[in-house]
């Protein structure tokens, strides 16, 4: 599979390993690969994601809020608020007795960071979306469509931005 990857999406793989290891990760996760994937600057992510203004900045300030609250999404705390629990209330308290950032993850930085199963996954689904387009690469297309469909904190993420699979992929097939 890999000898499929573009340069491009070659260099992601690699950065995404440098970014879990900045952020004390003890794996490299979907957010890496994404955040990767926009520092990479590439020409073909750039034109798919064109006006939805996705920046390093704001997707690791996202991922570290996230991390923050245990990894509970959005939609996550918002279930919870319903049945009445207030998680900044929560988190707050928790900080408060074990101190900054107690629900994150713990880390320690490796000399060899693995990938996550999710980040695995992702990896995988990127040569199923080239197979199913017939292309014989695997590109920063595939990837951007393989994070998006999978339900992990960088699709939830990216489709709260405005960014949906099918939108991604009808930009593809046209371009073909």
Known sequence: ?????????????????????????VEIGSTDLLVALIRSQDETAARLLDGHQLTVEELTEEFDRVKRRGGLTDEEAAALSAVGVDIENVIRSVEATFGKDALAPAGRPKRHVPFSTEAKRTLEQCLKEALSRKHKYIGSEHLLLALLSRQSLAGKTLEAKGVTYQAISDQIAKAS
Not at 14 to 24: D, T
């Open 1 to 25: 599979m890999f000898e499929r990857f573009t340069t491009t999406v070659r260099n992601v793989v690699i950065g995404a390993q440098h970014e879990a290891r900045l952020s004390g990760a």
